[in-house]
DNA sequence: GTGAGACTTTGAATCATTCTAATTAGTCAA
DNA sequence: TTGACTAATTAGAATGATTCAAAGTCTCAC
């Protein structure tokens, strides 16, 4: 069953929201708690559905332009795995994506800054990157924790 | 103007499609070569194109089969970014993804051993991975040589 | 030269996502 | 309260990359 949010959460919410302008409304609510509530890295259906069960008249599109308005303030980022469908994961620490082959379930792994660093390392001159997108691809062992 | 493999380029064909039990044909010649000639990551329809100078019967559908033929037998590699269209790379070296914001050019970097090493690393015990997929996003200085 | 299997072709179908136009909700001023 | 303004939401159509299905072609072993 999905809870609803947080105080905390929901001043992170509105935080970013108005710090870009933007306003909180049940329907941000209810796709930014379905988010927080099962970190398995849904996609927009999944959300959708999710969400659903909380706001029947909830539309798909509304599910979009919440996600897109969340990945626009850095609320949420977005892991694309070849032509799948684009999930969302509201993980914002420094981390790359583990995706399972066998379950197409995505993981968060942590990426220690100093990994980071010698990423950037290897960048020749002229090169600028605000942003470094790192995924492995294989075989997790099932050890059912941490669901992401 | 498409120059035609080199024999080497041409033998490195058959070798890769004999090894998965498939046949070098004028299509898949004309694919290959086109992927060879210039090595900016194209898409499909850009490799659609190019090749249909060459071989004006040629069909859409048939440059996804030979593109995705490659792929399966390890001659090509594809590269995504967000929701793009998927591009193709005939590097086979370990390397990692630039993309330019600005152009939406690919670039590639070396990835050295040590780096792989380390972001192998990184993962917890029990993942095991065969691939990984790294893309920086940001600027590049027009630096306008080697045509990633 | 025939037949089997691999490959190619065309066009239709799929599916995630985006767009458009119309509606609703919220806010502020009078 | 009323109206006016704006942002957000909605439903459904449109888009665009990719995949699929069915029919046609090629090639090579026999």
């Known amino acids: 069953m999905i809870q609803s949010l947080t105080d905390l959460d929901r001043e992170h919410l509105q935080e970013a929201l108005n710090k870009s302008g933007q306003k909180v409304t049940s329907q941000r609510e209810a796709v930014f708690t379905v988010l927080l509530a099962e970190r398995d890295h849904p996609t927009v259906d999944e959300v959708f559905n999710r969400a659903r069960e909380v706001m029947p008249g909830l539309s798909l599109a509304t599910v979009y332009n919440c996600l897109e308005t969340f990945v626009g303030c850095g609320l949420v980022r977005q892991v694309n795995h070849e ?26 792994i942590e990426l220690p800054p100093e990994v980071i660093k010698s990423l950037r390392a290897i960048l020749p001159p002229g090169f600028d990157s605000e942003i470094i997108e790192i995924s492995f691809q294989g075989r997790a062992q099932a050890k059912d924790n941490s669901a992401n």
């Open 83 to 108: 032509r799948e469908s684009t999930r969302y994961c509201p993980n914002l620490s420094p981390h790359a994506h583990f995706r399972d082959k066998e379950t197409g379930r995505v993981h968060d």
